[in-house]
Every structure is written in C-alpha cells, then in structure tokens.
Antibody
Framework: EVQLVESGGGLVQPGGSLRLSCAASGFPFSMYDMHWVRQPTGKGLEWVSGIGTTADTYYVGSVKGRFTISRENAKNSLYLQMNSLRGEDTAVYYCVSGQAGWAYWGRGTLVTVSS | QSVLTQPPSASGASGQRVTISCSGS????????VYWYQQLPGTAPQLLIFNDNQRPSGVPDRFSGSKSGTSASLAISGLRSEDEADYYC???????????FGTGTEVTVL
C-alpha cells in the first residue's frame, strides 16, 4: 500500500522558517518525481514545487528564492525548506507523486504563518 | 491567480449529466496533457482522469474527460450524491515552467 506521510507543519511568525518532511512507502521512491501542493483553507489547489528523479527542481514563482525542495532516496523522504515565510504561505501542504498524473497524495500538514 | 479557468459551481439532479469546462492556452492545455482531480469534503484530492481522457482503475466510467484545442472538459453522467465534491483540472505550463491547477468547480447534486 502506498503511503505518503507529511510532518513538520505548525505555527510560525512572518519571516520565520519551517522544514516539511514527507515519508514515502509502498512504491519505488527513487524512480518517481515528487511534488508539494498547497491549499489555503477554503481555497483552491496550488502546485508549489517539484523534484525529478535526477534532482532537477521546479518552483512556482511566488516561492522562488524562499523555498528549497530536496529528496533523500536512501530514506524514501522528501523535504521542503521554507524560509522568509509570509501570511500568504498559510495552507495545508500535501506531498504528492505519481507517474501518469498524481495518484498518490498524503493527508497534508498545516502551516500557519501568523504573529 | 490560476491560468486555467473553471466555472465556480455546477449542479444537476440525481441521474443527470454535468459538464465542467477548463479553459487554458497554447502554453498549457494546447500543448500538454490534462489531468482532473476530485476532492471530497475534508479529504485530500484524488486522481480522476489522466492523459486527457484515461481513468485510473477504480474510477467509474460515469466520469469522462475530453480536450479540444486549449480547453478541456470533465463530464459526469448518472450523477450521484457521492459525486458532490470540488473538481480541479491541471496541466504543465511552458511559460510558467511549472504545473498549474484550475480554479476549481464545486459540484452539487440537487
């Protein structure tokens, strides 16, 4: 059974940092692109960042220079280092993967940026 | 502000057919594959349609996807109460060099 389990969310002040983690199991992690998708409460989905099997990385414009995605294949883990956090970064962050479409989603971890 | 536009809501009586549109451009839908996701209340999204019109195993054939030019559509036939959810289209965008989601459509079964 495929599982994606996010952790690391919480309350942080504007300008602060958080590191999200995603533990994957049930599929060959190193062979899959991995992504983070976020959703503010009551709003739509937004793709945040992705990392390929060769560690090539992609970001949505609003987080470039502030967020860093990485992966550790030996630990079947995905990370998102978030710096200089802003109020508009407040959302549930999902760890996501799949080959033809994103068939694998975690339950999400809530990040709240507020003073 | 998404580059893929969907109607905010759609509705139909039980058993009827509902169609949701997703309007994009040549840099996304016009060039790349389209995906549809269903998000039931309080849950994570799940893949509904991949590669424009393919259904993952387990998705009923009441759900179908299509694409023409820079627009895509999701049709739900034989509408059921358990279809009440938010639906999102998605595609890669060459101009943004990233994935984009549609604005989302809330489906209500009357």
């Amino acid at each position: 059974e495929v599982q994606l389990v996010e952790s690391g969310g919480g309350l942080v002040q504007p300008g602060g940092s958080l590191r999200l983690s995603c533990a994957a199991s049930g599929f060959p992690f190193s062979m899959y692109d991995m992504h983070w998708v976020r959703q503010p409460t009551g709003k739509g989905l937004e793709w945040v960042s992705g990392i390929g099997t060769t560690a090539d990385t992609y970001y949505v414009g609003s987080v470039k220079g502030r967020f860093t995605i990485s992966r550790e294949n030996a630990k079947n883990s995905l990370y998102l280092q978030m710096n200089s956090l802003r109020g508009e970064d407040t959302a549930v962050y999902y760890c996501v993967s799949g080959q033809a479409g994103w068939a694998y989603w975690g339950r999400g971890t809530l990040v709240t940026v507020s003073s | 502000q998404s580059v893929l536009t969907q109607p905010p809501s759609a509705s139909g009586a039980s058993g009827q057919r509902v169609t949701i549109s997703c309007s994009g451009s040549s840099s996304n839908i016009g060039t790349h594959l389209v995906y549809w996701y269903q998000q039931l209340p309080g849950t994570a999204p799940q893949l509904l349609i991949f590669n424009d019109n393919q259904r993952p195993s387990g998705v009923p054939d009441r759900f179908s996807g299509s694409k023409s030019g820079t627009s895509a559509s999701l049709a739900i036939s034989g509408l059921r109460s358990e279809d009440e959810a938010d639906y999102y289209c998605a595609a890669w965008d060459d101009s943004l060099k990233g994935h984009v989601f549609g604005t989302g459509t809330e489906v209500t079964v009357l």
